[in-house]
């Protein structure tokens, strides 16, 4: 069972380039998350799905867009990459709805730095 | 101010004491409440989850939840060398929300 799985796990990126991270669950898990985590600031919201074919923003959606493609699969996306986004990636899924009693199980991270 | 409060640390305790981590939360629609590890370079895994006032105990961990003064602590009994990790607190209104993490240093 391979729980939560990110791609690409490094990645280094130019101002303005684009890129989209990848993740899937195959823990049949209502909904899933994109954290974003930098030093001494814990992890932050980016966006959240509570559902196939929902999507929310979190508390620091900007410069990111996401795609709930299906029940397993949740991307996020940089259309065009700035410094301020280095940092390390978590996506993570639940099998609650959001409002209810949340247990996250989080992918190993993706590491990316934009030059 | 951030909705969910830790101290970064680092906290240095010696190995066999116990280990007192804080965390306080500003919305007080939170109603379920979560302790992650994170070791370094590893993501978080859950290790407590606590959801009505008073303590909960798991093992050498014990969670504790005031939500008339919106606290919320962990402590962990006879700390060992491998406890050395950051602990993050999360409180959930809706979405899920993280305090920066605490450091703790477990020295032997």
């Known amino acids: 069972n391979a729980g939560v799985t990110q791609t690409p796990k490094f990645q280094v990126l130019k101002t303005g380039q684009s890129m989209t991270l990848q993740c899937a669950q195959d823990m049949n898990h209502n909904s899933m998350y994109w954290y974003r985590q930098d030093p001494g600031m814990g992890l932050r919201l980016i966006y959240y799905?509570?559902?196939?074919?929902?999507?929310d923003k979190g508390e620091v959606p900007n410069g990111y867009n996401v795609s709930r493609l299906n029940k397993r699969e949740f991307s996020l996306r940089l259309e065009s990459a700035a410094p301020s986004q280095t940092s390390v990636y978590f996506c993570a899924s639940s099998v609650s709805g959001v409002s209810g009693a949340n247990v996250l199980t989080f992918g190993a991270g993706s590491r990316l730095t934009v030059l | 101010q951030k909705e969910v409060e830790q101290n970064s640390g680092p906290l240095s305790v010696p190995e066999g004491a116990i280990a007192s981590l804080n965390c306080t939360y500003s919305d007080r629609g939170s109603q379920s409440f979560f302790w992650y590890r994170q070791y370094s370079g590893k993501s978080p895994e859950l290790i407590m989850s606590?959801?009505?006032?008073g303590d909960k105990e798991d093992g050498r961990f014990t969670a504790q939840l005031n939500k008339a003064s919106q606290y919320v602590s962990l402590l962990i009994r006879d700390s060992q060398p491998s406890d050395s990790a950051t602990y993050l607190c999360a409180a959930q209104t809706g979405k899920l929300i993280f305090g920066q993490g605490t450091t703790l240093q477990v020295k032997p």
């Open positions: 606590i959801y009505s006032n």
């Open positions: 799905s509570a559902s196939e074919g929902t999507t």
